[in-house]
Structure formats: structure tokens, C-alpha cells
């Protein structure tokens, strides 16, 4: 196994920075990056809102690499005002997913709790799904009532157990009564097993309720609707990604920082996260330190029409035609969906007139905090993924009062003949929590 690159604590030292020391360190990233695989080797993922547009603006501005494309996914159920504030920027290539959110809901089921939670209750309901399975007994052409053990006996063969001789076999014993060893970690995670190279921070045990729920949870919605276009795209082009993803966002993203830093190299399918030490705080204060730097770059321009890509078996656009620049007025330093960059004052705990020290300057770490005034985060409009984390208003009673219409597709997805708002209400009533919709 190999080592870790980084500790947790060098990822808490970093993310305690300075935001113009983070500024510095994330360009050396993308230039070491762009040195290691050039300029037309490289594209970034750009998703429109304001973490990626943050990492574009260093790109481009700061670094100076202005042939660097910006990936776009198209994809239905996500704000519409991003694919228009995405469609500002000169040398953008825009994919297409090639199956719709209907599809992906009723393929695999919705996208609930996050990535890894999903996972876990997933990986675990195949897995049951696989113990509990009956047998039909061909002989007498009838279904038996009895319960077997198709995969203890798997396991059994794959390891060498002689299942007539070896009857008395400690493991053969435990297999037939269910005591599976070597599960799936996201199996252990959910069970609260413990394991030693994980640990009680992944113990998912109070989501063990979803494995009665009559419908499918499931991560595969951004897997085959963002990620799918984008891995085809590289794999087509032979260029490799630059994301802005952080590892404040989630475990994983924390995990894999440790394991790969910034720039993952020597790993499978090369990526670099140049931001992955920065903080949500952090690219706030960004925007509204270099707002009009960021809404009159001038690598902004009126797109006048498209060229047809074909990369393998999908079509995709990329954005070509004017050379001037302009300056729309309707667009800013990001996509409209968030509003403001504004000092949130509720969270510091003072009211909107109160002066502090951050306000003349005299501690760095008393900085005000920040806020949007519209949308915290975007992507998809119906994704669930930390929705039962959020303080109301949440993101889907938000969407009822912004985008009516795609709030009504709550009612109209479905997995195994159940809608997303009764799946809500499920989990509401059988895992105490409450998602407001």
C-alpha cells in the first residue's frame, strides 16, 4: 500500500492560509500541472458555478493559459441560468449526457443523504439481496420454501472448502450461517463494523432504516450524467482534468487529498485539484475581492454560433466565433443563481450595524464571514445529497419559489413506481429527519 502524500493536520495548517498565500500555491499547482502534460493537454471542468469559476479566472488570469478549455456538461435538471452564464466564455466545449434524470432515477434510484451514505446502502441491499436470494428447484419445476445459501457455496468453492468433506470447517460453518467475512467496506459501514483502516468516523449504522425503504438510493446520477461525458471527452481528446473540488466538501474528497494531494500524478486517470485546501469562505472572499476583474475578463466573449464535435458516439459544441469582447451587463463576476457575495452577519453573531475588529482590518482570522444571497451551492436542482443537513430554507423549498417547474419533477420522477417527494416523505417518517419540500 502506498503512503499517504499528506496528514489531516498539514490539510487543517493549509486551510488556516491566508487566502493570497492560497492564491499563490493553487497557481504553482496548475502550472506544475500544465508543465507535466502542456497546455493542449489539459482541460478544466467547469460547471458554472462559482468554485469552478474561481479556478478559471486563476487559470486564465492569474496563470495567464488562455487555450485551456472549459468543459461544460449539459445537463437538464440543473439551473439553466448556468448553461447561460457558461455560454459567456470563449473556447467552451458543452457535452451532453446521453440518458436523462428520468432514466437515471428509475435505473438506479435517487440520489439521497451524499455519494458515500448512498453507496453504502446500495453496495448493502445487493448484498443482502444476494444472501437472501431462493432458488427455484428445476426438477420439480416449483419453487422451493426453503432459504439457501447461493453464495456461501460461492465462496466456499472459490476457497478451496470441500463443502461434503469439510462440513465442520469453522468457515464453511459461518458462511452457511450468514457470517460472511471480507464484506464490502460499504457494507461493514453501514452494518457499524468496525474496521481498523477506516474507524468510527465512516460508521453510516444510523442509516441502517433505509435498508427497508421500497424504493433505490443510489450515487450513480453525477457518475452517468457528469462524469461519464467528461471521461469520454479526456479519453477522446487525450487531455486530463483540473477540477475545483475542496476537501471541506466531503470525506472523500478529504481522503483522497491525503492520499494524492493536489495534483494525482501517478494515479489511474490523472487529476488535479488545485483548490483542494481551500474553504467555502475562501472563494467567497475571492469573488468579492476581484469581482470586477472576474465579470470584465476579457477572454469573455458573444458566441455567434457552434462547431459540431463528434467524440465517439456522442456529439458535442464547442463555442467559436467572436473575437471582440463584451460585456453583458446581466452577467457578473458569477452565475446569477447565487445573487450577492455579502457579509453574513447572523453567522458572526452581531447585528448588520455592529462594528468588529475584522471590520478595521486588526485580526486577519476575525474576517467577516460570507454568504450568497441566492443559491449556496448548484449542480443538479434535485439533488438530495446533504439536503437533510440544511437549515430551512432548504434547497428544494428554494426551488418551489425560483424554478416552480423543476420543483414539479419531485412529483414525477419515480423509482420502483415511487415518486421522489413520497420517497421524502418516507425517510421523514422512518429516519426522523425532516426534508422540507
Request: include cysteine; glycine fraction near 6%; charge should be positive.
Amino acid at each position: 500500500m502506498a503512503e499517504n502524500k499528506h496528514t489531516l493536520a498539514e490539510l487543517q495548517q493549509w486551510q488556516a492560509l491566508p487566502l493570497n498565500i492560497k492564491v499563490l500555491m493553487t497557481a504553482e499547482r496548475v502550472r506544475n500541472w500544465v508543465d507535466e502534460f502542456g497546455e493542449d493537454g489539459v482541460y478544466l471542468s467547469f460547471s458554472g458555478g462559482k468554485d469552478s469559476t474561481v479556478l478559471g479566472h486563476i487559470t486564465r488570469e492569474v496563470c495567464g493559459y488562455k487555450n485551456i478549455p472549459f468543459v461544460f456538461v449539459d445537463v437538464p435538471t440543473q439551473y439553466p441560468e448556468l448553461k447561460q452564464f457558461a455560454q459567456t466564455f470563449d473556447n467552451l466545449v458543452i457535452l451532453k449526457p446521453k440518458i436523462s434524470s428520468a432514466q437515471v432515477c428509475e435505473k438506479y434510484g435517487f440520489p439521497m443523504f451524499s455519494k458515500e451514505i448512498s453507496e453504502c446502502i446500495a453496495d448493502t441491499r445487493k448484498y443482502i439481496k444476494i444472501l437472501t436470494d431462493r432458488q427455484t428447484d428445476r426438477q420439480t419445476d416449483r419453487q422451493t420454501d426453503r432459504q439457501t445459501m447461493p453464495y456461501a457455496y460461492r465462496m466456499a468453492d472459490m476457497l478451496g472448502i470441500d463443502r461434503r468433506k469439510d462440513k465442520e470447517n469453522e468457515l464453511y460453518k459461518a458462511l452457511k450461517q450468514g457470517n460472511i467475512p471480507n464484506a464490502p467496506i460499504r457494507v461493514k459501514q453501514l452494518c457499524d463494523v468496525k474496521c481498523e483502516q477506516f474507524g468510527s468516523m465512516y460508521d453510516r449504522s444510523r442509516y441502517m432504516f433505509m435498508l427497508d425503504a421500497p424504493f433505490e438510493v443510489s450515487n450513480m446520477c453525477c457518475k452517468v450524467m457528469k462524469k461519464l461525458p467528461v471521461h469520454q471527452y479526456g479519453k477522446a481528446t487525450g487531455r486530463v482534468p483540473m477540477t475545483a473540488q475542496m476537501a471541506s466538501e466531503s470525506k472523500l474528497r478529504t481522503s483522497n487529498w491525503v492520499k494524492n494531494g493536489c495534483n494525482a500524478f501517478n494515479v489511474k486517470n490523472p487529476i488535479s485539484n488545485p483548490m483542494s485546501f481551500w474553504t467555502e469562505q475562501d472563494v467567497l472572499l475571492y469573488i468579492r475581492e476581484n469581482e470586477n476583474s472576474m465579470a470584465n475578463a476579457y477572454y469573455r466573449i458573444k458566441p455567434t454560433k457552434y462547431e459540431v464535435m463528434e467524440y465517439g458516439k456522442r456529439i458535442v459544441y464547442r463555442t467559436t466565433g467572436a473575437t471582440a469582447p463584451y460585456f453583458p451587463k446581466e452577467y457578473g463576476a458569477i452565475c446569477s443563481v447565487y445573487g450577492e457575495v455579502v457579509t453574513d452577519y447572523e453567522a458572526m453573531g452581531q447585528c448588520e450595524n455592529q462594528m468588529s475588529f475584522a471590520d478595521f482590518g486588526i485580526f486577519d482570522n476575525e474576517r467577516p464571514l460570507l454568504k450568497t444571497t441566492g443559491c449556496r451551492r448548484t449542480g443538479c436542482v434535485l439533488c438530495g445529497f446533504g439536503c437533510h443537513l440544511e437549515k430551512e430554507p432548504n434547497r428544494f423549498q428554494m426551488l418551489k419559489e425560483t424554478h416552480p417547474k423543476f420543483h414539479n419533477l419531485l412529483y414525477v420522477l419515480k423509482n420502483n413506481g415511487v415518486t421522489y417527494a413520497e420517497a421524502i416523505d418516507w425517510v421523514n417518517e422512518h429516519g426522523n429527519m425532516n426534508i422540507k419540500y
